[in-house]
DNA sequence: GATATGACCGCTG
DNA sequence: CCAGCGGCCATAT
């Protein structure tokens, strides 16, 4: 398993329980601020890691792009909703007020081991 | 070994 | 303000 996917992976488990984040903002945290598809791309590999709440990572604009690589397509919506996640036509509502950006919540660079 | 694709982001027209 | 195109890095074929 590449380093990368191991801390995109440690940072998403880190987000907080009814927050979310962007692919750009974790991607930025971990050096690569142009690497946002890899953390997507992390996000399919996922798969693997069940401790990963992929379902709290979405887009820059808080569109639920990957809910269909979820089991169901409305897994994600749920388990948003389930931690109280307003989310309306695949959309989070009022995206920035549950947005959690690590680079501004995280120390600078010290976490994973 | 090279080409194509991707759960994205940002800039230019 | 809305729409379209390129860039970037890693994985898969």
Do not use: C
């Not at 069940?50 to 808080?62: D, L, T």
């Amino acid at each position: 398993m590449s380093q990368f996917f191991s801390l995109v992976y440690t940072i998403v488990k880190k987000i907080p329980f009814g927050r979310v984040t962007s692919y750009g903002a974790i991607a930025r945290y971990l050096g690569h601020p142009r690497s946002a598809r890899m953390v997507g791309y992390a996000m399919n590999a996922a798969h693997s890691q069940p401790k990963v709440p992929a379902h709290r990572v979405v887009n820059r604009k808080g569109l639920l792009t990957g809910k269909h690589h979820f089991s169901g397509s409305k897994l994600m919506q749920q388990l948003l909703e389930s931690e109280g996640i307003s989310v309306e036509n695949d959309q989070i509502v009022d995206f920035e007020d549950f947005f959690w950006d690590p680079n501004t919540t995280l120390p600078p660079f010290e976490i994973e081991v």
